[in-house]
């Protein structure tokens, strides 16, 4: 393993009860999973008995690390239990306007960690939106931060501890 002694849990959450009746299940097509490297695809994933169907499914040992959760983005406060090291908040924002944009934003600031990051998709626009904690990292870092953990996003906003002093990576 890349990282050994690395442990993680992920909170998935969406507002749609079908999105995540769809994760909790964890079957996907072998088209879905093709940006997926084939070591990752080998740890993770378990085929389908019929080859004909061309599924697959998450391995118990992705699997028993998500939790999937209900979660509404215009409640007061995400009702999470504890603060997180990442947040990945991917083309949603980009369908609200400033005004919301800011109030999501400083929520996300209250529920990460000194030195967690808030991952946004590229479309997302975050000016004009001021902010407390966040600093942002340039575009090409946060692509390769993203890319190692599978997915495509940037740009990337770390948070900063309250004293000012930027954390190191």
Do not use: W
Not at 61 to 72: A, H, I, K, P, Y
């Amino acid at each position: 393993t890349r990282y050994p002694g690395m442990r993680f849990n992920i909170l998935a959450t969406d507002i749609s009860q079908t999105c995540l009746q769809t994760g909790q299940r964890g079957v996907y097509t072998e088209r879905q999973i093709e940006p997926i490297a084939m070591e990752l695809r080998k740890k993770y994933l378990l085929r389908s008995r019929r080859r004909d169907d061309e599924l697959v499914q998450m391995g118990p040992e992705l699997r028993q690390r998500v939790t999937f959760q209900s979660l509404n983005l215009m409640s007061d406060n995400f009702g999470l239990p504890h603060q997180m090291d990442a947040i990945f908040c991917r083309n949603v924002m980009i369908y609200f306007n400033n005004d919301i944009r800011e109030k999501l934003v400083r929520k996300f600031e209250k529920q990460l960690l000194d030195g967690g990051y808030l991952f946004v998709g590229h479309s997302e626009s975050l000016n004009g939106i001021n902010t407390t904690r966040l600093n942002m990292l340039s575009f090409g870092l946060g692509c390769a931060l993203a890319a190692a953990a599978g997915v495509i996003l940037a740009p990337v906003f770390p948070v900063t501890p309250s004293a000012g002093v930027p954390v190191a990576l």
